[in-house]
């Protein structure tokens, strides 16, 4: 009874931890209660009728985005998020109300925000030359986007985009190569408040259009039970092989990560039924927490979402939204099965065993139980895929019929059960309303991450890019590893404090275009996509590095563990994601780029795979037992050949067009490391760790 209550405990507060991320820290009761979900239900109701019904000008659109999500951050987010002492200081952090200074900050916010739809007409006669009408609701657009993204993301953000902005006027008064001409502020405010160069820039455009629906659409089948299936059928297929609730794990989180867009949410979702049932089988708490985090993380990772940025990189790199799906597909789906490997690895080396037969849920009822979450989901592929429909128009007509499944499954729940038929139409608008309001709470934070994030975007488009480029040149001696290396350290620290999509719009507009630039001056020439790939997967990375990773706090209060010590060990097991981006950077084979031929594909994931799988052996010290020293350096070996097998037949100096007998060679090498660890294990038994 006491592990039941510490278990219920630690998911509370993991759901607490991902409510403040998400949805923000106030629990409001009188007569206001309603305010925050009828502006995030009509939010999600705009969102949905952009796709059938209006037809509106792009700035518009972006326009009451933003509006909608600003108003909303400053609802839900008391401007102190620990209570303060004394009167105003407890008025200016209240949690259980809203206040009035807050409905003001609100309405002037969405004013400010659609101050160029009310002017319009005006605006679009003085082109470039602003009234100060313009520069007074421009600065107060800036400071009230820079207050929400700090109330609803912390002063990572903020801070970083304020120094941009400092930059930009105090350029002239700096030191050599980073010195700047400056600007104006009627210029800074025009690029940034007024033309599509700034916060109503693409990355709003894309929130706008595309990503808010497909989180609506994770939020309606997270609403409808879709997180709790997925657990259930993963631990149906997973639960009784060695280590069996740690790859129940992996496979839940690939299951929901593909639509969630959120470590954090994932973590909570997944996590809550994961994490106990790891620790039972024997799992340490902090590795339990472990691999939560890691496969919450890596969800990110998986089309066709991949954490909501992959239609933003579509729009960066200039490349069809399928063009980055197929891009990212051997990577991901590699990196997951190989984090299912390292759970199978960490069972051996624990001498763990799976859970049994009467542990499990039956397979093929659990299937049949919840197949209606399964088919929105191919219905979606279908759309996108086959159908070669536009992102937005795919996620709804899938958002449609996951709506109608969900109506006939109540209808038919209730006919079964001999329950009201009444009753049964309650429960589907009250679901449906739940997710149309947890789909607008779940966005405020994006849609004022992009925004807050175009800021940057238009100081860099105002002239820094190139001295951007200068100063990465400098710091790196013109070696292109160490510009990689920097890039990587950037992500990872700047994305501690950040989303993954507003992370990967700062990084790419930063470093992406420096990386290609300074490879083509090192003589490594690749395609945009792989440098805003390497950007986004470091991004994802930062979510579980310490000391901020929130999914490592949200997986450690389910745990009982350390957090700091959960998320060092979820790095360690991310270590093989970090290694990928390098790779793919010099051997673009990995993503597909210029491969179409479908046996070239199957061999590419096939070596990539056992490649990854050599690695995870190596970083975990244990195959089919412990590592010898020599044995881990053909594993590494193994890892390199895998990966660069052109790299490898340059360095022998022999043609490309033996790279196969290479990579065959690398693989007989794997498979003699394999035999060597058998027989020894066979001879000599391995004691449990």
């Known amino acids: 009874m006491s592990e039941e209550l510490e278990i219920n405990e630690g998911s509370r507060e993991a759901l607490k931890i991902a409510e403040e991320a998400e949805f923000g820290i106030r629990h409001i009761e009188g007569k206001l209660a309603f305010l925050i979900p009828v502006i995030a239900a009509a939010w999600s109701i705009f969102q949905l009728s952009l796709a059938t019904v209006f037809i509106l000008d792009s700035v518009v659109i972006r326009a009451v985005h933003l509006a909608f999500a600003i108003s909303l951050v400053y609802l839900s987010r008391p401007l102190f998020k620990k209570p303060k002492k004394g009167r105003l200081g407890a008025y200016l952090s209240a949690q259980d109300r809203i206040t009035t200074l807050d409905i003001v900050l609100a309405l002037v916010a969405a004013v400010a925000a659609l101050y160029v739809v009310i002017d319009y007409q005006g605006l679009s006669t003085r082109p470039g030359s602003l009234i100060p009408r313009d520069i007074v609701v421009g600065l107060v657009l800036v400071v009230f986007v820079l207050e929400a993204a700090r109330r609803a993301l912390g002063p990572v953000l903020p801070i970083v985009a304020g120094v941009f902005i400092a930059y930009s006027f105090l350029g002239p008064y700096m030191p050599g190569v980073i010195a700047f001409k400056g600007v104006s502020l009627g210029r800074f405010i025009n690029q940034i408040t007024i033309s599509t160069q700034g916060i109503y820039g693409i990355p709003l455009d894309v929130s706008a259009t ?89 969800g990110q990772l998986m089309p066709p979402v991949m954490g909501a940025a992959a239609f933003i990189i579509a729009e960066y790199a200039n490349v069809e939204y399928l063009a980055v799906v197929k891009a990212a597909f051997i990577p991901a789906v590699v990196s997951y099965i190989a984090l299912m490997y390292i759970t199978h690895l960490e069972a051996g080396k624990l ?53 109608a499944l969900v109506v006939v499954k109540n209808f038919i729940e209730a006919y079964s059960h001999g329950r009201s038929m009444k009753q049964a139409a309650i429960d589907s608008i009250l679901l449906l309303w739940r997710s149309l309001v947890a789909g607008g709470r779940g966005m405020m934070g994006i849609g004022v991450a992009v925004a807050a994030a175009g800021i940057i975007v238009g100081v860099v488009t105002l002239g820094l890019g190139g001295i951007i480029t200068e ?43 420096v990386i290609v630039t300074l490879g083509a001056k090192a003589g ?142 690398a693989l007989f090498v794997y498979g003699g490391v394999f035999m060597l660890q058998n027989g020894r294990k066979r001879r000599v038994p391995q004691p449990a760790a």
């Open 210 to 298: 595309i990503v808010f629906l497909f989180v609506l659409f994770g939020s309606m089948l997270d609403q409808a039970g879709a997180g709790r299936y997925f657990v259930q059928l993963a631990f149906s297929l997973m639960g009784r092989f060695k280590g069996g609730p740690a790859k129940a794990a992996v496979l839940a989180s690939g299951l929901t990560g593909m639509v969630s867009g959120s470590s954090i949410a994932n973590v909570v979702t997944t996590g809550t039924f994961t994490i106990p049932m790891m620790k039972k089988v024997g799992y340490p708490a902090h590795k339990a927490g472990a691999v939560e985090v890691a496969c919450s993380t890596n």
């Open 524 to 665: 490594v020439v690749f395609p945009l996509i792989a440098a805003h790939l390497f950007v986004f997967f470091f991004g994802i990375l930062a979510d579980d590095t310490p000391p901020v990773g929130l999914a490592a706090f949200a997986a450690s209060a389910i745990a009982k563990s350390n957090p700091i010590k959960t998320g060092i060990q979820g790095f360690t097991y991310d270590i093989r994601t970090a290694l990928l981006p390098f790779m793919f950077i010099f051997n673009t084979d990995l993503l597909l780029v210029d491969v179409h031929a479908g046996w070239r594909i199957a061999w590419i994931f096939f070596t990539t795979l056992i490649a990854m799988f050599a690695f995870a052996a190596t970083t975990q010290n244990f195959f089919v037992t412990r590592n010898r020293w020599y044995e881990s350096i053909l594993l590494l070996l193994t890892t390199f050949i895998l990966l660069r097998p052109y790299y490898t037949t340059n360095f022998l100096g022999i043609d490309e067009s033996y790279r196969y007998v290479v990579s065959i060679f």
């Open 351 to 403: 001498g763990l065993k799976g859970l049994t037969k009467d542990q499990i849920p039956p397979f093929w009822s659990t299937f049949i139980g919840g197949v209606y979450y399964i088919i929105p989901i191919l219905f979606l592929i279908y759309e996108l895929v086959i159908m070669r429909r536009s992102p937005q128009l795919a996620v709804f007509r899938a958002i449609t019929a996951l709506a």
């Open 471 to 513: 100063v990465i040149e400098v710091l790196s001696g013109g070696n292109f590893i160490l510009i990689l290396f920097i890039t990587a350290f950037a992500c990872l620290l700047l994305g501690m404090g950040l989303p993954t999509t507003a992370n990967y719009i700062v990084m790419a507009s930063l470093t992406a275009p």
